[in-house]
């Protein structure tokens, strides 16, 4: 079956330290999303890429990086300056640009819920 | 600056109610509204409404876009315990690249 796997589901991790997040697609979608959900705030974007080797800040980028080296992966670093990088993060692609069409809604994944303490 | 608004935050109701969600929105270069159902994790799709007017329905669930006044709602006929969720709102407008900005969402629950 096809869809977004986004590993792990729960991450833990100390003040100060990178971390990592990954998110793996086999739709053959080209775009890909990373969303930080907080609650009362609903999605936020925070970067996407539309095709391999490019991608784009989004709305809250600081503090975020991330790389599209394969159509497949699109795994996001949460680094130490982030201020507050407590939060669920989704991830999504789409085949086209996002909400453009009805063959292209987001696809989301199930999350990873970060907590750095 | 572009903005999604839905009301209300949250909603409690019985099994049988009929609810009406709402979304309004402040975006340039409009593009669509998309609502998303999300129940514990992953969102899911439910419609995309392009054009003031026309009806989306899907069994219990339909949806309707007023451009002129931007804003959108999502009724619920005969809910049902499963319907217990929170509703997202996103908006698509163009610019450099389209991208969707999302609502804060409404969080419905239904009770017996």
């Known amino acids: 079956d096809g869809g977004i796997t986004q590993s792990p589901k729960y991450l833990f991790r100390k003040e100060g330290q990178n971390v990592t997040l990954s998110c793996e697609q086999n739709?053959?979608?080209?775009?890909m999303y990373w969303y930080r959900q907080d609650p009362g705030q609903g999605l936020r974007l925070i970067y996407y890429?539309?095709?391999?080797?490019?991608?784009q800040k989004g709305d809250i980028a600081e503090g975020y990086s991330v790389s599209r080296e394969k159509k497949e992966s699109f795994p996001l670093t949460v680094t130490s300056a982030q201020k507050n990088p407590t939060a669920f993060y989704l991830c999504?692609?789409?085949?086209?640009?996002?909400?453009?069409?009805?063959?292209?809604?987001?696809?989301f994944g199930n999350g990873t819920r970060l907590t750095v303490t | 600056e572009d903005k999604v608004v839905q009301s209300p935050l949250s909603l409690v109701v019985h099994e049988g109610d009929t609810v009406t969600l709402n979304c309004s929105y402040e975006?340039?270069?409009?593009?669509?509204l998309l609502w998303y159902k999300q129940e514990k994790k992953a969102p899911t799709f439910l419609f995309m409404l392009?054009?003031?007017?026309i009806e989306k329905k899907s069994g219990r669930l339909s949806s309707i876009l007023d451009k002129k006044e931007l804003f959108s709602i999502l009724n619920i006929t005969a809910t049902q315990t499963g319907d217990s969720a929170v509703y997202l709102c996103?908006?698509?407008?163009?610019?450099?690249?389209?991208?969707?900005?999302f609502g804060t969402g409404t969080r419905l629950q239904v009770t017996l």
């Open positions: 999504a692609s789409s085949l086209g640009t996002g909400g453009t069409s009805n063959n292209s809604p987001l696809h």
């Open positions: 739709l053959n979608h080209d775009a």
């Open positions: 890429s539309q095709i391999v080797n490019d991608f």
């Open positions: 975006v340039t270069n409009f593009r669509s």
């Open positions: 392009t054009s003031s007017g």
């Open positions: 996103a908006v698509v407008f163009t610019g450099t690249a389209s991208k969707l900005t």
